[in-house]
């Protein structure tokens, strides 16, 4: 019993872990685009 509990837990951990990384990856997407120079040429500079 012990062991499927100490299962469920590192599962459960994991998940945690993976999700925190989902989100951390997504909010520096989001600062790369806010921050990103336009590229020359891109008819922005007008």
């Given at each position: ?8 837990l590192a ?22 685009e806010?921050?990103?120079t ?9």
């Amino acid at each position: 019993m012990k062991k499927i509990l100490l299962i469920a837990l590192a599962a459960v951990a994991g998940l945690f872990v993976y999700r925190q990384i989902q989100a951390d990856r997504a909010e520096q997407d989001l600062w790369t685009e806010a921050t990103d120079t336009v590229p020359a040429g891109s008819g922005a500079n007008v």
